[in-house]
């Protein structure tokens, strides 16, 4: 058994996993995980073999986008409300059916933009409704003390994921084309749903008297009166538009910027993957040690920098480190951080809403993506990565100024 003297602020990296559903609970992220590392790549690929258009790209980026925004407070609610590991297992069921169809269709060669724009309309959806349930149960799953370890270790093995699985696309879209790699896409997500059966005795979902509309207000009411979840949520959102939004459309990065093909872009975005995963293990060895709020903040400022020069970098090797910092700045420290920062301070009855909110970080990065593109298509890819970045930067400094209570919680 691991030592978990927490009060000395000795790292335990891997104390979460002392709980048995929480293992299982970190096999099925993995599984997850891997075919997220693949899906926007394989997709992207898609859309550029059908049109060739970037804006094409961040359009259909966008559409996935908005159907998370409008179906993340859905989410939100359903997670206060339903046994979640149930409603997860519903969802990434209808993830992998849609994907696999996706993929049948590219294979068949009859995959036409409106069959994207549909899918990503749906996946967009889908995965918006299970993401509150999905950070809410882990949560359930682990006591107070290893919460911020057990949010950190979810991101690293989606890291882990991303960091093997655009390799192996890369591989599967030049050698077996670009449906097989989105048929394998969905394939992972339905095999995941095995480890989620595999969970017993799940603490059950704290209902509320209220009706649903009553549940979504009061969730908003609670975001806007309470000062630390509005910090972490205009933080997030901010951090999802003008960081993140290059994640979802870094094939077109890749082709007309780097110059890369389809097997060095999957290098690529393994560098992203495996920034991400360092980031996410020092965020879990961090455990329940002090000074969260300005292990946030020196977080979203590294990740400024790295992004403004990944954005400049002239050769694939240097691109390739920079992205790995800016992943284990921002998916692997950031974001664990800011989403440990609100499961710490909101009871568990309002956790699915919250994290609901705090989903604001990757709808806005899907709602990023065509703004993206386009100032790509005008300018160029540099100065609309660049631009972004300086935004956030400048958003994360006004944060630090104004708004000190994130930074001097030093209890949590």
């Known amino acids: 058994m691991a030592v978990t003297r927490r009060a000395s602020g ?38 550029l073999d059908i049109t060739g258009q970037k804006t094409d790209l961040g359009l259909a980026v966008t559409i996935f986008g908005i159907a998370n925004l409008f179906f993340t407070f ?35 060669g009859l995959a036409q933009m409106w069959h994207v724009f549909l899918t ?20 359930d799953l682990v006591p107070r003390e290893d919460m ?33 790699a989105i048929i394998l896409t969905g394939a992972s997500m339905l095999l995941g749903i095995v480890f989620l059966l595999a969970m017993s005795n799940v603490p059950p979902t704290r209902r509320t008297g209220a009706s649903p509309m009553a549940d979504l207000v009061s969730g908003f009411s609670h975001a806007i009166r309470t000062p630390m979840a509005a910090v972490l949520i205009i933080m997030s959102a901010s951090f999802g538009f003008f960081g993140m939004a290059y994640m979802q459309v870094i094939t077109g990065f890749a082709q007309e ?39 946030m903040y ?14 400049w970098a002239p050769w694939f090797w240097t691109a390739c480190v920079l992205v790995a910092l800016v992943g284990s700045t921002s998916i692997g420290g950031f974001w664990p951080v800011s989403s440990s920062l609100m499961q710490l301070t909101t ?40 631009s972004g970045a300086v935004v956030l930067l400048v958003i994360s400094v006004a944060g630090w100024l104004n708004r000190p209570m994130v930074r001097r919680m030093n209890q949590v």
């Not at 409300?81 to 993830?95: A, D, K, P, Q, T």
């Not at 991303?162 to 390799?167: D, Q």
């Not at 560098?271 to 455990?287: D, E, I, K, T, Y």
């Open 74 to 108: 859905v989410g939100g609610v359903l997670a206060d409300r339903v046994e979640r590991r149930l409603f997860l297992i519903v969802c990434v069921f209808g993830i992998g059916t849609v994907t696999v169809g996706l993929g049948a269709l590219a294979l068949l």
């Open 257 to 295: 910027y780097l110059q890369l093909n389809e097997v060095q872009t999957g290098i690529l975005m393994t560098f992203r993957g495996a920034g991400a995963f360092l980031g996410s293990m020092v965020v879990a060895s961090w455990g329940n040690r002090q000074n969260k709020g300005r292990l």
């Open 347 to 386: 009871e568990p009855q309002m956790r699915g809403r919250m994290m609901a909110m705090m989903q604001m970080a990757p709808v806005f990065h899907f709602l990023g993506a065509w703004p993206l593109t386009w100032l790509a298509q005008v300018y160029s890819w540099s100065l609309a990565i660049s």
């Open 148 to 180: 911020m370890n057990a949010v950190a270790l979810h991101t690293s093995v989606g890291q882990v994921g991303n960091m093997i699985a655009p390799l192996i696309g890369g591989f599967v879209i030049r050698f077996a084309g670009t449906g097989s």
């Open 10 to 47: 000795r790292f335990n990296t891997f104390s979460a996993l002392r709980h048995r559903n929480f293992r299982w609970f970190f096999l099925n992220i993995g599984m997850q995980s891997f075919g997220q590392g693949i899906q926007f790549f394989g997709i992207g690929w898609l859309i």
């Open 298 to 311: 020196m977080e979203v400022t590294a990740c400024c920098v790295a992004l403004i020069a990944m954005a």
């Open 120 to 139: 990503v309309f749906l996946l967009g959806g889908l995965s918006a409704m299970q993401m509150p349930a999905r950070f809410a149960l882990a949560a």
